[in-house]
C-alpha cells in the first residue's frame, strides 16, 4: 500500500506549501523569526508524515520527511533547514526500531544536500530554481537516501531494496519537483505583490504632484482630488470631497450652460469630446480659463469620472494677444517678434530687412544691409540653404522651406527657417524676397520628443509587451514593440492584414474572441480584453493577454480605428493549468479514500453481524444456564459489537456523503411523533446512566416538509452525544414553533459541557475534544460532522451554546 501513503504525504505536502505561503506574507523570510516558523511547520509536517508512514516492517518506515528537510533548506536557508532535522530527527528517533539510524541519517544528508542547493543559488544570483534543478534535488537526497539502506541490519537490506527502490527514485523526486515548484511560484508571487505595492506607491505619488489638477467624481460628488486641483480652486481637499460640497460652486454661467449642453448631448446619444475648455470660479471669486479631459471607469452603475484639470489662462491670453497681432499683421509686420522679412539683390546682398531681426538675431539691421554672409556657421545645412538660395535668383520657386544656422550676437548657434520667392520684373529676377523665423526651441522640443520615442520603445521592449494599432476601413493592422517576436518572428515576417492575426489564434478560443470584439464595438463592453492563445512561428501556442480600445469612431459609432497591446501571459496561465490538475488529483484521492472506507466497512459489518447474532443464539440457548462472569461476558460482547456497528454506520453514512451519492427525499413529516420515537430509542440508554430524558413541545403537531432520515439521524446523533457526556441529571429535547411557522429544536443537557476553544472544531470530520489512549469517552468522532452535514442537506441550520462544566445546548432551526 505504498502508493496510499504516498498520496497522503503528498496532500500533506501541498498543504504545507500553502500554509507557508501564509506564515512567509506574515513573517518574512528575510527575518529570524519567519526562518524559525518554517523551520517549525516543515518540521511538523515531517512528523505527521512519520505518524503515518508506509511501514515495511516494525521500526522501518519511509514517509517524506527528506523532501520536506531538503525543500525547508534550499528555499528557507539553513537556519529553517536545521529547525527541520532537529524536530523530524527527534520524532524519528523516539519513534526508535531498527531503521533509526536511517532515518536521522537521511534526514541529515537531506539538508546537507538541500544546503548545497541553497549555497549554489545564492552564488549563482538565480532569480527562480528551474524544474530540472528541483528535479536533481530529490533525485541526489534519494539517490543518498537508497545509500543509506546499508545501515539497516544486513537481513532487511535486500527486502527494503526490493520493497522501496523503484518507488524512492521513481516517485519521490517528481514529489519533491512538485512541491518546490509550488514553493517556487509562491515566491514570484511574493516579489510581484511587492512590485506592485511599490507601483501602486509611485503612481500615487505621482498623481498627487502632478503639474495638473486631477479629480475623480461620482454622482455629482468629488471622491478624491489632487494637491494642484485644491491650488487651482482655492478649496481644500476636505471640503470638495465632502457630501456638502456642491460642484455648481466651481462654475461660472457659462461653465453651467456648457455642462448642460455636453449632458443634453449625451441624453441624444451624441458623442461628447473629452476635452473642452471651460471657466471655473475659485473660493476667492477669480475666474480662470481651465481645459478638461475627461474619461469614464467602471459600470455603469458605479460609473466614475475621472478628469485632468490644466490652467490654460496664461495660454488663452496668448491665444487672445495671437489674434489680436494677426488682425495688425499687415500695419505690424516689421514690428512682429517673431519672425522677420527680408529682400535681396541678384548678388545676395541684403537690401531690406525688418527691425525685428535684431530681436530676433541680436544683430542690428545696419549690421544685415549690404551684406550676403548671414553670420553663418559651419553647419553642413547651410550648404543646401545657399543652394536654394542660388535657385530662386535663378527664378526657381521653391515651396518648401529651407534651414539655416546662423550665430546670434551673444555667440550661441540660432536656427531659422526661411522661405524665399523671387521677385520678377516681367521675366526678368531682379532679386528675392524672404520671411524667416526662429526654430531653435522647436527643434530642440523635436530632438527631445524623438529621445523620449526612443525611450518609449526601448521600455516598451523591456516589458515584453507588443503594440497594435488597426485601421477598420482598410482592415490593416500596424504592429510594434514585441508583438512578432514573442511569437518568434522577425519585423519582416509580420503581415499587416488583419486577417493574418485570425489565423494565428487557437480554435478552441475563437469563440471567446470573437464575442469580446462585438461587445466593445456594440459599446457593451467599454474595452476589448481577453486571454487566447496564438501560433508561435514554431507551431506551438503560446497564451497571450490581448487588451485593446476602440478610440476613434464615425458619426454613426462605426468603428474607424483601435488601438491596443498583446502581453505574453503564457507561464502564468501553464502555471494555473498545472495547478488545476494538482487540485483534481487530490479531490480525486479524496474519493478513493471514501470509497475504500466504504467497502472496508462493508466488509467489517458483515462478519461482525455474524458473530453477534450468534453469541445471541448461545446467549439464548443457555439463558438461566450461565454463571454471572458469563453473562457479563456477553454483553460486552453485544455492547462492543454495537459500538463497532454503530462506528460503521458512522463511517458509510459520511462516505455517503462525501461521495455525493445521498439523495434527498422530502416529504411531510410530523416532527413531533419523530422527536417521540427518539426518545423512546434513547430511553434505556439514559436510565442505564440514571439520567432523566425529556420531551417537551409547545404544539400538539409540527409537520415539515424534509427529508425523513435525515431528520433522524440529525436528532438521534445529538441525543446520543448529549446523553454519552452527561454523568448526571438530565438531558431535554425541547421542540418550539417560532413566529414565521418555522420550527426550533434545542437538545439541551447538564453535562460535562464544551471548552470555547473546541467549539470551532465541533463539526470537523473525526475531532473530539479529548484525543489518544487516556479518553474518557468512547467515539469516533463522526457524529457532529454528520449532524452539519444532514442539516446543510436539508437547509436547516444548527448552532451551539456552550460552558465548560454547565452543560450544552444544541439548536436546529427547520
Not at 478624491?224 to 487651482?232: D, G, I, P, T
Not at 512682429?336 to 529682400?343: A, E, Q
Not at 423512546?680 to 432520515?709: M, Q, T, W
Request: net charge negative; charged share 25%.
Amino acid at each position: 500500500m505504498i502508493i496510499i501513503e504516498l498520496i497522503y504525504n503528498l496532500s500533506l505536502l501541498v498543504a504545507l506549501s500553502v500554509l507557508s505561503g501564509f506564515i512567509d506574507v506574515r513573517f518574512s523570510r528575510t527575518l529570524i523569526s519567519g526562518k524559525i516558523f518554517q523551520g517549525i511547520l516543515f518540521g511538523i509536517t515531517a512528523i505527521i508524515g512519520m505518524m503515518y508512514p508506509f511501514v515495511l516492517t516494525e521500526g522501518i518506515i519511509f514517509d517524506g520527511r527528506t523532501i520536506v528537510v531538503s525543500l525547508c533548506t534550499l528555499f528557507f536557508g539553513p537556519l529553517s533547514g536545521g529547525v527541520a532535522v532537529v524536530l523530524s530527527a527527534g520524532f524519528r528517533i523516539y519513534l526508535g526500531g531498527e531503521g533509526v539510524i536511517m532515518g536521522v541519517l537521511t534526514v541529515v544528508t537531506a539538508f546537507l544536500i538541500g544546503y548545497i542547493f541553497f549555497r549554489y543559488k545564492q552564488k549563482s544570483s538565480m532569480q527562480t530554481i528551474t524544474n530540472l534543478q528541483l528535479y536533481l534535488l530529490g533525485l541526489a537526497v534519494h539517490v543518498v537516501m537508497l545509500a543509506l539502506i546499508f545501515s539497516l541490519p544486513s537481513e532487511r537490506r535486500i527486502e527494503v531494496y526490493q520493497t522501496i527502490g523503484i518507488t524512492v527514485l521513481g516517485v519521490y523526486p517528481i514529489m519533491t519537483l512538485i512541491i518546490g515548484k509550488i514553493l517556487c511560484d509562491q515566491e514570484g508571487t511574493g516579489k510581484l505583490i511587492n512590485y506592485l505595492k511599490s507601483s501602486e506607491e509611485k503612481f500615487r505619488t505621482l498623481v498627487q504632484h502632478a503639474f495638473d489638477g486631477i479629480y475623480m467624481m461620482h454622482d455629482k460628488r468629488y471622491t478624491y482630488v489632487n494637491e494642484r486641483f485644491c491650488e487651482l480652486t482655492g478649496y481644500s481637499a476636505d471640503e470638495i470631497t465632502s457630501e456638502d460640497f456642491d460642484f455648481n460652486l466651481l462654475l461660472t454661467d457659462k461653465s453651467k450652460d456648457i455642462v448642460l449642453q455636453r449632458y443634453l448631448a449625451r441624453k441624444r446619444g451624441e458623442t461628447v469630446p473629452v476635452t473642452y475648455e471651460m471657466e471655473i470660479l475659485t473660493k476667492t471669486g477669480m475666474i480662470k480659463e481651465v481645459e478638461l479631459s475627461t474619461a469614464s471607469i467602471g459600470t455603469k452603475e458605479t460609473v466614475q469620472i475621472i478628469g485632468i484639470m490644466r490652467d490654460i489662462s496664461e495660454r488663452k491670453m496668448a491665444e487672445e494677444e495671437l489674434k489680436a497681432a494677426k488682425e495688425r499683421m499687415q500695419i505690424l509686420v516689421e514690428g512682429t517678434p517673431h519672425l522677420f522679412f527680408y529682400v535681396q539683390d541678384t548678388k545676395a546682398n541684403v537690401k531690406y530687412i525688418s527691425p525685428s531681426v535684431e530681436k530676433i538675431t541680436g544683430h542690428s539691421v545696419e549690421e544685415w544691409l549690404g551684406q550676403h554672409h548671414w553670420f553663418t556657421t559651419d553647419s553642413p545645412i547651410n550648404d543646401e540653404a545657399r543652394r536654394s538660395t542660388y535657385e530662386s535668383l535663378s527664378g526657381i520657386i521653391n515651396i518648401e522651406p529651407i534651414l539655416t544656422e546662423i550665430y546670434h550676437a551673444n555667440g550661441q548657434p540660432l536656427l531659422l527657417e526661411i522661405y524665399e520667392k523671387p521677385i520678377f520684373e516681367g521675366e526678368k529676377v531682379v532679386g528675392l524676397q524672404g520671411v524667416a523665423h526662429d526654430v531653435t526651441k522647436q527643434k530642440i522640443a523635436e530632438d527631445q520628443l524623438k529621445e523620449l520615442t526612443t525611450r518609449l520603445q526601448t521600455a516598451i521592449e523591456g516589458a515584453n509587451i507588443g503594440i497594435w494599432d488597426q485601421d477598420f476601413t482598410t482592415n490593416k493592422v500596424v504592429r510594434l514593440g514585441r508583438w512578432g517576436e514573442m511569437l518568434g518572428y522577425s519585423t519582416s515576417e509580420i503581415d499587416s492584414e488583419f486577417s493574418s492575426w485570425k489565423e494565428l489564434i487557437h480554435p478552441d478560443d475563437m469563440e471567446a474572441v470573437k464575442q469580446s470584439i462585438i461587445a466593445h464595438e456594440t459599446g457593451n463592453a467599454n474595452e476589448f480584453k481577453v486571454e487566447h492563445r496564438l501560433k508561435t512561428k514554431d507551431g506551438n501556442y503560446k497564451w497571450i493577454l490581448n487588451w485593446g480600445r476602440i478610440y476613434q469612431r464615425d458619426e454613426n459609432g462605426k468603428p474607424l480605428k483601435a488601438s491596443g497591446v498583446h502581453l505574453d501571459i503564457d507561464e502564468r496561465k501553464r502555471t494555473e493549468i498545472e495547478i488545476q490538475k494538482a487540485k483534481e488529483q487530490a479531490e480525486k484521492a479524496n474519493q478513493l479514500k471514501s470509497e475504500f472506507l466504504a467497502q472496508i466497512s462493508h466488509e467489517i459489518r458483515s462478519p461482525l453481524n455474524a458473530v453477534l447474532n450468534f453469541s445471541q443464539l448461545i446467549k439464548e440457548e443457555f439463558k438461566g444456564k450461565l454463571k454471572e462472569e458469563l453473562e457479563v461476558s456477553f454483553s460486552g460482547i453485544e455492547s462492543a459489537s454495537k459500538r463497532v456497528i454503530r462506528t460503521i454506520d458512522l463511517i458509510l453514512n459520511m462516505s455517503e456523503l462525501q461521495l455525493g451519492t445521498y439523495e434527498v427525499t422530502k416529504r411531510k413529516l410530523d416532527l413531533t411523533a419523530v422527536l417521540t420515537n427518539i426518545r423512546k430509542e434513547y430511553l434505556n440508554f439514559a436510565k442505564s446512566k440514571n439520567l432523566e430524558l425529556r420531551f417537551v413541545s409547545d404544539c400538539d403537531k409540527a409537520e415539515i416538509y424534509s427529508d425523513e432520515y435525515a431528520v433522524n439521524q440529525i436528532f438521534a446523533n445529538l441525543v446520543d452525544n448529549a446523553i454519552k457526556y452527561t454523568n448526571k441529571g438530565y438531558v431535554e429535547i425541547n421542540l418550539i414553533k417560532n413566529k414565521n411557522d418555522s420550527y426550533s429544536v434545542k437538545v439541551i443537557d447538564s453535562g460535562i459541557g464544551i471548552s470555547q476553544d473546541y467549539l470551532p472544531e465541533i463539526f470537523e470530520a473525526f475531532s473530539q475534544e479529548e484525543r489518544g489512549y487516556s479518553r474518557r469517552f468512547e467515539g469516533s468522532g463522526l457524529g457532529m460532522s454528520l449532524v452539519k452535514n444532514y442539516c446543510e442537506l436539508i437547509g436547516a441550520e444548527i448552532s451551539i451554546e456552550s460552558e465548560r462544566d454547565k452543560g450544552t445546548t444544541f439548536t436546529v432551526l427547520l
